[in-house]
Every structure is written in C-alpha cells, then in structure tokens.
C-alpha cells in the first residue's frame, strides 16, 4: 500500500513557475513507476509526465514538453514536477500516481494509487 500526499500548487500569473511535490509512504517507493496526471474541469484525466523507478527515464505529453520537468529523489519518497512557462491552458488539478512497473506508462487506469490532488491555476 503507498499514500501519495501531493503540494505545491496555487495561483500564478502565465509565463510564471511552480514546482509540485507528491510524498509518498512506505519503504517501497524505489519500485514503483510514478506520473502525473492533471484534470480540468469538464475534461477527462489526461498524462502530463512520468518516471521511471530509477529516474532514468522519462516521458511527458507533447504540450508540456520543454516547459515540465520530472524528477524524483528516492531517499526522500519524493517526486517532482518542474513546471516553467506555465499558460492558462495549464489550470487544472494535478495528481501523482504510483505503479509497480519497470516502464512509465501514459494511461491512467494503469496506475495503482493516487493522491488527492493539487489545484494549480493559471491567470493570463
């Protein structure tokens, strides 16, 4: 079991930057994949990165390459996303997600667990 407890949104202007944390429980965090996932209102969930256990790999969606980076650091449980240049199309809820694979995986029912999410909202 892991719980993933998600921080770092908020209100910022576009062009701005935010950096999200996703902590999560347990001794086992080093196996799992991790990835982010975002959902505006009246939108399905769509992917925003992911990560592989070692961190060696990454993938991200084709509108948030070059402005969203992903990160982990697994002494402290923790991943990250970078999120630079941010633009109103951006708003949404961003949520972490944990699965026991070996490869990042793009799709959300995939995914084991979740966090709660976290609302980062962009002005223009």
């Known amino acids: 079991q892991v719980q993933l407890v998600e921080s770092g949104g908020g209100l910022v202007q576009a062009g701005g930057s935010l950096r999200l944390s996703c902590a999560a429980s347990g001794r086992t965090f080093s196996i799992y994949a991790m990835g982010w996932f975002r959902q505006a209102p009246g939108k399905e969930r769509e992917f925003v990165a992911a990560?592989?256990?070692?961190?060696?790999?990454?993938s991200y969606a084709d509108s948030v390459k070059g402005r969203f980076t992903v990160s982990r650091d697994n002494a402290k449980n923790t991943v990250y996303l970078q999120m630079n240049s941010l633009k109103p199309e951006d708003t949404a809820v961003y949520y972490c997600a944990a699965v026991r694979a070996m490869v990042v995986t793009t799709l959300p029912q995939t995914y084991d667990y979740w966090g709660q999410g976290t609302q980062v909202t962009v002005s223009s």
């Open positions: 990560i592989t256990r070692s961190g060696g790999t990454t």
